[in-house]
Each structure stands twice: as structure tokens, then as C-alpha cells.
């Protein structure tokens, strides 16, 4: 019964660190694709979902995973870094793409 209860709690700290992680993600890409739906027609869980592997990638990369506060910086990070450079690249690789239809 208590490894029933230890993995409720595991779970629920996994779910809430993920979510603390991805909102802030989540809410740029779905401001974007709100305000440019021409440029950014992809849904919002789509790259959130990229910027989480990206973001595991860089937590990996950085060894943090034996922390968990060091494990929430470097996915907070990650994903905020792999979102600030994949948008605007996606916006732009959209714009011109419909600048020079082929």
C-alpha cells in the first residue's frame, strides 16, 4: 500500500514540475498562433511537445537530473530556449514560404 501511495505522490510532482515547465511555453506558442494563425498554424501542444525533448535534451546534456531543483532549471531553461529560437525560425520559414510559393 505504500508504494501505491509513494508512486500517487511521485506522479503528481512529476505532473505538476511538468506543468510548471511547459505553461509558460504552452501560453507563447497558443499567444502566437493567436495572433499569426497564417504563420504559425501548428497547435500549441505540437511544440510544446518539441520544446519538452528539446528541453530533456538540454537537462541531459547539463546532468541535472540527479536534483530536482537543478532538474526544474535546466527544463525550464531548455524549453524556454528551444522556444525562443524554434518560433521565430517557424514564423519565418512560414512567411517565407508564402513570400515565394512554388
Not at 498554424?41 to 505540437?46: G, I, K, L, M, S
Not at 525533448?53 to 536534483?67: I, M, P, V
Not at 532538474?71 to 517557424?90: E, H, K, N, R, Y
Amino acid at each position: 500500500m505504500q508504494t501505491v501511495i509513494t508512486a500517487i505522490f511521485f506522479l503528481a510532482a512529476l505532473v505538476l514540475l511538468l506543468a510548471t515547465v511547459l505553461a509558460p511555453v504552452y501560453l507563447i506558442c497558443k499567444s502566437l498562433q493567436q495572433l499569426y494563425p497564417r504563420y504559425f498554424p501548428w497547435p500549441a501542444w505540437r511544440w510544446t511537445g518539441i520544446c519538452l525533448l528539446l528541453a530533456l535534451g538540454y537537462s541531459a546534456w547539463q546532468h541535472s537530473f540527479d536534483d530536482i531543483w537543478r532538474l526544474t532549471q535546466s527544463l525550464l531553461i531548455g524549453s524556454l530556449g528551444s522556444a525562443a529560437v524554434l518560433l521565430p525560425l517557424a514564423g519565418l520559414w512560414r512567411w517565407w514560404r508564402l513570400l515565394r510559393p512554388e
